[in-house]
């Protein structure tokens, strides 16, 4: 019987031709996304599911999909996807990473000459009848500081444009290598000197922890007086009341926005200003864009279906029905060996190299790798899947190594994962025992023995008589529960570790007190 796919959002008709070529048998409901209720009833009846973003796939949805195999998001983002659910279901979450990249890099070229040129004003009055030319009075672009935070796949496309454009372009990227700014023709810079030197300030960043309002109160006061900011990005990444005042003292000569902390954006505290221009999430809103994403994700999920080819996962490596078995359990340990250092690096990466000794060297490393890197980039780069991590890691200048080899210690099998930047060289080891769990075994060369949990505390410290009551006690003291501790050091008074796994989030003020604990070197809050 030939596979049945839902799309349940409105997609390129040339997508839907895609399927029925391929043998897939294809039905076209683009309002029904839009009924979480109806969708449910019926979802059954499907092995994939297309969507844009009108689509929210939730637990009660996936709970009804009892044949769904593949959901394929035409774009980038999948919030609208519960993914821990549909992973538990065993739905494999496709996206379309790259379909819609040189049209948001247009779009905020665009939105930096409409800034510069004050062309939504300017034809707002000649269109009322008034010939305001001495009025509207713009800056060049040539030969002005261009500043951009974030230089990834969509922030190096507006980068080569502003090259061409003869401006100096400036970049903020912790994982844009020296030698990639090279051939980008973009002086790479840290955020303050940025923030100094700009006279146009662009973000192309994803919104995490790290990155919201990354331009604050406190860094719009750092930027040059006159700057203007251009936001295609995510909502989130500037303080928007913040800009407001910026922009109504004149230290901020104007701002272009496309996104929004709140959308729909019915109001907003940048709407009503002359020297503001916004549009509505425009930025992958081309004919070519939503042609490029919608023909992809029919091509993903077809190849999918008919042949069990995965790519552009968000949620799984690109491997066969075959191999998942033995490889699940090594994924997810990789995956956790990366985020494990990727949470406590904070700095350029220059290499990764990642060892798989004994049996594990005998699966397919390339997906396990994958995993790894896609772990250890995730904190600063959310959109990030397992399939893409190997080329953003490349575009960044990361060189990646991996080397197999025979059991040589301990355990049966074990990935080894060393960060290397310009200030440390930092290693940490993981294993799978037979219960299936992996665990971490090692911590930049001291012997541990923990499992990964949901939230966990990571403390360096001298190795001295009485560390460990005096922590345990300060977090009985602040209502924080102990799971399990692990324990490890170098030797007697030497360099010592301490990974706990704890109920709950742990408050910013109780890793405070930690660091205040004599002795203490690091402690940092992580979680799985």
Excluded at 61 to 75: D, F, S, T
Excluded at 223 to 243: M, S
């Amino acid at each position: 019987m030939a596979p049945r796919v839902l799309i349940s959002d409105k997609l390129s008709p040339a997508a839907i031709q895609i399927f029925k070529d391929r043998g897939v048998e294809v039905d076209f409901q683009p309002d029904l996304g839009k009924d979480k209720d109806k969708l449910a009833a019926i979802i059954g009846d499907y092995d994939g599911l297309a969507i844009r973003s009108a689509t929210k796939v939730t637990p009660k949805i996936l709970e009804q999909a009892r044949r769904l195999k593949v959901i394929g998001r035409a774009g980038i983002g999948v919030d609208n996807v519960d993914l821990p659910a549909a992973t538990a279901k065993g739905v494999i979450v496709m996206n379309t990473p790259f379909g819609n990249s040189i049209t948001t890099a247009e779009h905020a070229i665009a939105m930096m000459f409409a800034l510069a040129r004050e062309i939504p004003a300017a034809d707002a009055s000649t269109q009322a009848g008034k010939w305001e030319k001495n009025r509207f009075m713009g800056v060049e672009v040539t030969g002005k500081t261009l500043g951009i935070i974030g230089c990834g796949n969509i922030g190096s496309i507006v980068a080569e444009r502003g090259v061409g454009l003869k401006m100096k372009v400036i970049a903020f990227d912790p994982f844009l290598s020296p030698e990639r700014a090279l051939d980008l023709g973009v002086e790479k810079v840290e955020l303050d000197d940025l923030l100094a030197r700009a006279d146009f300030i662009t973000l192309h960043t994803p919104l995490t922890e790290k990155t919201k309002n990354i331009l604050s109160a406190e860094n719009i006061a750092k930027t040059k007086k006159g700057v203007r900011i251009i936001n295609c990005a995510r909502g989130g990444l500037v303080d928007e009341a913040a800009l407001a005042a910026a922009l109504d003292s004149k230290h901020v000569a104007g701002a272009a926005f496309d996104v929004f902390t709140v959308e729909p954006a019915e109001t907003n505290p940048l709407f009503g200003r002359a020297n503001v221009v916004c549009t509505p999430h425009l930025g992958a809103a081309t004919t070519e864009a939503q042609e490029n994403v919608a023909l992809q994700v029919a091509e993903q999920m077809s190849d999918y279906l008919l042949s069990g080819a995965i790519s552009n996962a968000v949620n799984f490596p690109s491997i066969t029905a075959e191999e998942a078995p033995k490889l699940k359990p090594f994924i997810e340990l990789a995956e956790k060996l990366g985020s494990f250092a990727g949470q406590l690096t904070d700095t350029d990466i220059k290499t990764v190299r990642i060892t798989y000794e004994g049996a594990v060297a005998d699966l397919k490393v390339k997906a396990l790798t994958s995993a790894a890197i896609a772990g250890l980039l995730r904190p600063a780069l959310a959109d990030i899947n397992v399939v893409s991590a190997p080329s953003v890691a490349k575009e960044r200048g990361i060189v990646i190594e991996e080397t197999t080899r025979a059991a040589t210690g301990d355990y049966d099998s074990l990935i080894t994962l060393t960060v290397v930047t310009d200030k440390y060289e930092r290693s940490v080891s993981g294993t799978v025992f037979a219960d299936g769990h992996p665990r971490i075994v090692n911590i930049k060369g001291i012997k541990v023995d923990a499992e990964f949990a949901p939230a966990m505390i990571y403390v360096t410290n001298e190795d001295k008589p009485g560390f460990i009551g005096r922590f345990a006690g300060l977090l009985g003291d602040a209502g924080v529960n102990i799971a399990t501790f692990a324990l490890g050091r170098d030797h007697a008074g030497g360099d010592a570790i301490a990974l706990v796994a704890v109920d709950g989030k742990v408050p910013a003020e109780v890793l405070g007190k930690v660091l205040s604990l004599p002795h203490v070197k690091q402690a940092k809050a992580l979680g799985f």
